[in-house]
């Protein structure tokens, strides 16, 4: 039986886009079951940056035997920036990554990012969404830091949940 190629990747195509808007529509349920078992005296915030850690330290495991320095500098700051990027293109989003001035500088940009759709559909503030990508990517570095013995360091510099057309995050080797 012939196989309709533009049928088959539509399908699939829909199928990926519903998969990934579970995945966001998932952990903001989550979130909200932790909040009601928390009780009132604890912030929502408090509990979206624990779950940002949690979530960042896992991945931040599980990228370690991707991570190398066999290209060098700026070379494994690129494999890294572009591991980053990619958290955003498996949920969703388009992100890019562009080299910074210096060797251990990277710039990671994201023109369309679904967590802010997801988190208005659930009433969560916008800051606590930029925050929490922040966090989580902050936690990411840290064993990677150890592991390969490189202090490294990200920063939010602009955030689509703020109003700017983009986020852009820097990923540079701290002095």
């Not at 902050?138 to 949940?161: G, T, Y």
């Amino acid at each position: 039986m012939p196989v309709d190629a533009e049928k088959e990747i539509t399908r699939l195509w829909k199928a990926l886009h519903s998969a990934q808007d579970e995945i966001g529509k998932t952990y903001y349920r989550w979130r909200q079951v932790a909040l009601e078992f928390a009780g009132d005296d604890v912030k929502s915030l408090d509990v979206a940056l624990r779950a940002a850690e949690v979530f960042g330290k896992d991945i931040g495991k599980s990228i370690l035997p991707r991570m190398n320095w066999l290209k060098g500098e700026e070379g494994f700051m690129m494999i890294l920036g572009k591991t980053l990027a990619g958290l955003w293109i498996t949920d969703g989003g388009l992100a890019t990554v562009e080299k910074g001035e210096d060797p251990g500088e990277i710039f990671i940009k994201c023109t369309r990012d679904p967590w802010p759709t997801w988190a208005k559909e659930f009433g969560v503030p916008m800051e606590e969404v930029a925050i929490c990508r922040e966090r989580m990517y902050q936690s990411i570095l840290e064993d990677v830091s150890v592991f390969m013995n490189i202090p490294l360091k990200i920063e939010l510099q602009k955030a689509i949940p703020r109003g700017h057309g983009e986020t852009v995050m820097r990923l540079y080797k701290a002095e």
